[in-house]
């Protein structure tokens, strides 16, 4: 088959972000090119011109499109003939930094995969919202644990009525690496996480709360309604939350009690969600992706397992694994099937052919918007004392 269907060719990345010490700016890189459909061929690496310069060998990204920063790289980009300069953005900065770049590479012309949170705050996100529908470019979010098959096993069972009505969904977030003020250390990651100016109004909530929330809204579908939270700081001297608890009801009637830490002892990754309908119920942990429980009362309790060709297996879940049954996929994996869906809208778009923007298999600019409304309306509930706050956002999908 052709690279990219009728575009027969890879797609060309610029990375922004990801210099020394990063963290998801290698994840994204990793990703993106693990199907063979994009190079990356050019990068601002970091907001340090020196640091951007050096990191690029590191990423094999030539001196001279290693750029010293994402306005250089989009006007050099541009003076570039068409079939050499790059067909998007992924951008893998602090959250402060993901709307200036992510909206001038849209109107610029060019593709863009943001990282989550989409932005600083919700005027932001909202402000992006108008820019993608004027620039007509594809725009991905990569809450990337949408890409996992068994999350998207569950996601075909319930939206195909396999577990009845959803009546409850329980999401948690547990992470335990800032239970010490690691922010006063030359931690990177924890320094920018807890610095409102460049994480936004949330901390935890921003960074792990958002995932789970999206999680839940891409499993079952189920239209927000309200919310009520409470979030707490028991670091002392941190400025933002590193914990939280969330109660969400929506449309249907159905429950969501969501639970995010950044200070659990122990806990490393631990994103697990159940889901309760009316006919059974599931289950499924991040920490241990290839496996997924569904129950039902009177019956033996079913592991499904990542195996592809099997007949249980539904055809979105069959079709986001790689290798044989048995063999582990994890995180890279995951978040290359959010690329993946993605590169196929702009294999399409780069060929002048229409392509799907808002009913996406992967998280666009509406869930960017909501996942931007989720925090404000988290934060502005825990500001008063868990009052019940509206969580539906016109730009939501439907």
């Not at 003076?79 to 770049?101: G, W, Y």
């Not at 996992?148 to 547990?174: K, S, T």
Request: proline share 5%.
């Amino acid at each position: 088959m052709a690279t990219n269907g009728d575009l027969n060719r890879k797609l060309r990345m610029a990375l922004v972000g990801g210099g020394s010490g990063a963290f998801i700016g290698r994840v994204h890189a990793t990703a993106a090119v693990l199907d063979n459909r994009a190079a990356l061929v050019a990068g601002a690496l970091s907001s340090n011109p020196e640091r951007a310069k050096a990191s690029a060998p590191d990423y094999d990204i030539p001196e001279a499109r290693a750029y010293t920063s994402y306005q250089e790289l989009i006007e050099k980009e541009l003076a570039l003939p068409e079939d050499q300069r790059i067909d998007f953005v992924s951008v893998a900065t602090p959250n402060h930094m993901h709307f200036p770049v992510a909206k001038a590479a849209l109107e610029a012309g060019f593709n863009v995969m943001c990282d989550k949170p989409m932005t600083l705050d919700l005027a932001q996100a909202e402000e992006l919202y108008e820019t993608v529908q004027k620039s007509g470019a594809v725009f991905a979010v990569t809450h990337n644990y949408t890409g996992y098959p068994l999350v998207r096993q569950a996601r075909e069972m319930i939206l195909n009525g396999d577990l009845g009505e959803i009546n409850a969904i329980r999401v948690q977030y547990i992470q335990g690496w800032l239970r010490t003020k690691l922010e006063d250390t030359e931690q990177k990651q924890a320094a920018w996480r807890s610095d409102p100016a460049k994480s936004g109004a949330a901390g935890a909530y921003g960074d792990i709360g958002t995932h789970a929330y999206n999680l839940g809204r891409f499993m079952t579908g189920l239209l927000p309604d309200k919310v009520s939270t409470n979030l707490a700081t028991f670091v002392e001297g941190r400025r933002l939350d590193d914990y939280g608890t969330t109660v969400i009801r929506y449309e249907n009637g159905a429950l969501c009690t969501l639970t995010a830490s950044q200070i659990s002892h122990g806990r490393e990754n631990d994103l697990t969600i159940e889901i309760d309908g009316t006919k059974a119920a599931l289950s499924w942990r991040q920490e241990n992706p290839n496996e997924m429980i569904v129950r039902q009362n009177g019956e033996p309790h079913k592991i499904y397992t990542r195996a592809p060709g099997a007949s249980f297996m539904k055809p979105l879940a069959d079709a986001s694994c790689r290798i044989p049954a048995g063999h582990p996929e994890g995180f890279f994996e995951a978040f290359a099937n959010v690329y993946r869906a993605a590169y196929d809208a702009m294999a399409l778009r780069a060929t002048g052919k229409d392509f799907e923007k808002k009913d996406t298999i992967y998280p666009n600019i509406h869930d960017g918007v909501e996942g931007m409304y989720f925090i404000q309306q988290c934060v502005a509930s825990s500001q008063q004392d868990g009052a019940w706050l509206p969580l539906k956002h016109e730009a939501a999908r439907r």
